[in-house]
C-alpha cells in the first residue's frame, strides 16, 4: 500500500490576499482599543482626583511619544469602527461579491487613515477654540 500524503496547512495552500491583511488587522485593532480604553481610564481618574493630578496627566499625554500613542489608538478606534460596519453589511449577506469586498476593503484602508486625520485636527484645533 503506498504512503499517502500527509495534508497541507491552508496557510501553505492559499496566497495571501488583502482580505487576510483586513482580518488581521480587524484583531489587532481591538486589543489596541482596549490599551486605549485604559489611557481613557487614566485621563478620567486623573481629573476625578483633582488639579493636580490631571495637570500632571495631561503633561504625560501631551508628550510627543504619548501623542503617537494616541494617534495609533485613534487609527485603531477608526479603523475597527469601519471594518465593524464592512463586517455588519456582511452579516446580512451583502457585499460578498468580488469587487465589492474588494472596494470596501480598499474604502475601510483608506477612510479611516482619512478619518483620522480629520478627528485628529478637530479634537487638537477645533474643540480647543471653542473652549
Same mark, same amino acid.
Request: glycine share 10%; aromatic share 14%; net charge positive.
Given at each position: 500500500?503506498?504512503q499517502?500524503?500527509?495534508? &497541507?496547512? %491552508?496557510?501553505?495552500?492559499?496566497? $495571501? ?6 482580518? +488581521?488587522?480587524?484583531? +489587532?485593532?481591538? @486589543?489596541?482599543l482596549?490599551a486605549?480604553f485604559? #489611557? &481613557? @481610564?487614566? !485621563? ?13 496627566? #495631561? *503633561? =504625560?499625554l501631551?508628550? %510627543? %511619544?504619548?501623542?503617537? @500613542?494616541?494617534? /495609533?489608538?485613534?487609527?485603531?478606534? =477608526?479603523?475597527?469602527?469601519?471594518n465593524? +460596519?464592512?463586517? #455588519?453589511? !456582511? *452579516?446580512?449577506?451583502?457585499g ?8 470596501s476593503? $480598499?474604502?475601510?484602508? +483608506? /477612510?479611516?487613515? @482619512? &478619518?483620522?486625520a480629520?478627528? !485628529? ?5 477645533? &474643540?480647543?477654540?471653542?473652549?
Open positions: 500500500m503506498g499517502r500524503e500527509r495534508p &497541507l496547512s %491552508p496557510f501553505l495552500l492559499y496566497r $495571501w490576499q488583502y482580505t487576510n491583511t483586513l482580518s +488581521i488587522l480587524h484583531r +489587532i485593532t481591538g @486589543v489596541l482596549s486605549g485604559l #489611557l &481613557l @481610564v487614566y !485621563w478620567l481618574a486623573a481629573a476625578a482626583n483633582g488639579p493636580r493630578h490631571y495637570a500632571r496627566a #495631561l *503633561d =504625560c501631551s508628550s %510627543p %511619544p504619548m501623542q503617537l @500613542v494616541l494617534a /495609533g489608538a485613534l487609527w485603531s478606534f =477608526c479603523f475597527h469602527f469601519l465593524g +460596519i464592512r463586517h #455588519l453589511f !456582511w *452579516d446580512f449577506g451583502a460578498f461579491e468580488l469587487r465589492t469586498a474588494r472596494a476593503g $480598499w474604502t475601510v484602508a +483608506i /477612510g479611516s487613515v @482619512v &478619518l483620522t480629520l478627528l !485628529w485636527f478637530v479634537l487638537r484645533h477645533g &474643540l480647543g477654540a471653542a473652549a
